[in-house]
């Protein structure tokens, strides 16, 4: 584990019993469904990512790009 991983699993832990104790709602879902949700929403996005970066587009090259020219109307 790396340093800044703990850094922010001790602050997160931190601001949450400094929420708790001071009666200050929590910045995050309270519920563990929520937080659940949370994980979950953030795996798919990092899988999506990884799949995206190891599966090239294939047609890149029909694309227009913001211009709108292609391969054929570029000259």
């Not at 104790?21 to 979950?40: F, H, K, R």
């Not at 798919?44 to 790009?65: E, K, M, S, T, V």
Request: proline share 8%.
């Amino acid at each position: 584990m790396s340093w800044k991983f703990c850094v922010g699993l001790l602050l997160g832990l931190a601001i949450g019993l400094g929420c708790r104790w001071l009666g200050i709602p929590v910045p995050a879902p309270p519920m563990l469904v929520g937080a659940s949700l949370v994980v979950a929403m953030t795996s798919g996005y990092l899988l999506a990512d990884n799949f995206i970066a190891a599966h090239p587009a294939q047609h890149r090259h029909d694309c227009g790009g913001p211009s709108g020219d292609t391969k054929e109307t570029r000259t």
